[in-house]
């Protein structure tokens, strides 16, 4: 584990020039290796001796290659390093000099040093406030490093793994989910909430992505560990919108997150009954009140000054169709949306056959696909006129949430 000071001594000059040299060799290597193919003389040599030319250029080009993987999916995991570099280095620079001022120092294990200055009752309660903070520090600091030594291993491990571009064959956490293009571990990892997971990685109709780190859906957090907390404050969370009914959110409140704002989005009110699932999704398009709570949760991931989460009771069926909202909306095609949406059985332990209330059914999304199409045209209508975004609206959306 680091100490406290090494958090003061992040080189925030040389993690920026090293993003960008990762963005630039991800670029450069994967157009060497482009051109090593279409070179005519790949393609020309004949004979032994220049087969064996020919085997080796070949190898090198598949090497570019590999280079320019790594670096690509690597890019976002060292940005998202980068950043939470910058704002614990700001804290950790905040509350030194809170400490200074009161006649203490934070030692490099976290504790309170030099505290003369301050006796009696009061100075153990202020040096007790430090500690607890810079202590909060240094595990964020530790969950930061975790996280990029995890992303490290999961895009190298790919290279022995069998259908890892595509995510075939690949569990929650195996760093593979369906539909991600880039061996991309989207758990969050999360004790207390199993379905926490990033909805960043997926691939547009346009060739872009989705962002990591920016955007996560879950399951209700009245379980989070002390560990979960820590994890989701070292991915910069700032706001978590809760998608459950008021009596829900009154029997099992999410646990505080220090330092993120909340807010209620309540899907459907205390008297509310579907009289089914498919009835339920089809009401996510039809009913206005739900509507407006939608709209709600876009406009607070299009406003939000960082991460943000929304959740609701289990994470599969409001916070499903709120993601398939939002990964529409952003030009995901409507079968990658389908393989995410699905991913709450892996996560929930369901079987995707058994039609249980527990698991999610690909038919609920698709009578709420097929409402949308029946009653506004498409997803791109049901955004516009059912939800009422504007085109300025679901362009900021994508400025914020494509690279």
């Known amino acids: 584990m680091r100490a406290f000071d090494e958090i003061l001594d992040w080189d925030l000059a040389a993690l920026e020039t090293g993003v960008d040299a990762v963005a630039k060799r991800s670029a450069g290597a994967a157009e060497y290796g482009s051109a090593v193919r279409t070179s005519p003389a790949f393609h020309g040599w004949t004979g032994a001796a220049s087969e064996q030319a020919g085997a080796f250029a070949g190898r090198h080009a598949d090497h570019s290659d590999q280079i320019a993987r790594h670096a690509k999916e690597l890019l976002g995991p060292l940005r998202d390093y980068a950043n939470g570099g910058k704002d614990l280095k700001g804290r950790a620079q905040q509350l030194a000099e809170q400490a200074a001022a009161h006649g203490c120092r934070i030692g490099p294990d976290g504790s309170v040093v030099d505290g003369a200055a301050r006796t009696g009752l009061y100075g153990r309660n202020i040096k007790q406030r430090f500690a607890a903070q810079a202590k909060d520090l240094i595990d964020q600091d530790a969950v930061l490093h975790r ?71 879950s399951n209700r957090l009245e379980d989070l560990t002390d560990a979960d907390i820590a994890e989701l404050k070292a991915r910069g969370l700032r706001q978590v919108d809760d998608l459950r009914s008021p009596s829900e959110q009154a029997e099992a409140p999410d646990r505080e997150i220090p330092g993120v704002r909340t807010a209620s989005r309540p899907i459907f009110g205390d008297s509310y009954n579907s009289g089914g699932m498919t009835k339920l999704y089809t009401d996510f398009v039809s009913q206005p009140k739900e509507r407006a709570q939608f709209a709600a949760v876009l406009r607070d991931i299009e406003n939000s000054p960082g991460p943000i989460l929304y959740h609701c009771t289990s994470g599969k069926d409001r916070t499903g169709w709120t993601t398939a909202v ?53 997803m791109d209508g049901y955004v516009r006129q059912g939800l009422g975004l504007s085109d300025a609206d679901v362009q900021a959306l994508r400025a914020k949430l494509l690279v």
């Open 147 to 217: 996280r990029l030594a995890d992303a490290i291993k999961t895009s190298y491990a790919n290279d022995s793994r069998a259908g890892a571009e595509t995510g075939a064959g690949a569990g929650p956490g195996d760093g593979a989910d369906a539909g991600s293009g880039a061996g991309f571990d989207r758990s969050l990892h999360l004790a207390g909430a199993t379905n926490a997971r990033d909805i960043g990685g997926y691939q547009t109709s346009d060739g872009r992505a989705v962002r990591t780190g920016a955007v996560f859906r």
């Open 326 to 378: 939002l990964l529409s909306a952003l030009g995901v095609p409507r079968q990658t949306v389908e393989q995410d949406y699905m991913l709450s059985n892996d996560y929930l332990h369901q079987s995707p056959a058994a039609g249980s209330r527990d698991g999610v059914d690909s038919a609920w999304l698709d009578a709420a696909f097929a409402a949308a199409d029946k009653q506004y045209g498409g």
